[in-house]
Nanobody
Framework: QVQLVESGGGLMQPGDSLRLSCAASGGTFSRYDMGWFRQAPGKDREFVAAITKSGRTTYYTDSVKGRCTISRDNAKNTVSLQMNSLKPEDTAVYYC???????????????????WGQGTQVTVSS
């Protein structure tokens, strides 16, 4: 059983930068692909980014490509999401997720994650 705890959310202004972190415990971190998802009020949860077990390959949804960077540290059991040039539409609860073998949809590893964190709120507003 893997436990995931996100941190780093907050109230930000448009154009700001933010780094979200997710700490994993209770499992062998390097066995899991890691993903970041978000859910805005009244909307379905959506895929944001993912990184493979080794950290060599990353994936991003189009709306954050070029603004966000996902990274992981397998020695520290953490995965991070650096978000730059924040926009009001980035406002959401952000979740990290771990999956041994995520499933692909629309060319991205969007589903099939085994474990989820509790989420951290990111609000972007002027």
């Amino acid at each position: 059983q893997v436990q995931l705890v996100e941190s780093g959310g907050g109230l930000m202004q448009p154009g700001d930068s933010l780094r979200l972190s997710c700490a994993a415990s209770g499992g062998t971190f390097s066995r899991y692909d890691m993903g970041w998802f978000r859910q805005a009020p009244g909307k379905d949860r959506e895929f944001v980014a993912a990184i493979t077990k080794s950290g060599r390959t990353t994936y991003y949804t189009d709306s954050v490509k070029g603004r966000c960077t996902i990274s992981r540290d397998n020695a520290k059991n953490t995965v991070s999401l650096q978000m730059n040039s924040l926009k009001p539409e980035d406002t959401a609860v952000y979740y990290c997720a771990a999956g041994v073998q995520p499933y692909w949809r629309d060319g991205l590893p969007k589903t099939g994650y085994d474990y989820w964190g509790q989420g951290t709120q990111v609000t972007v507003s002027s």
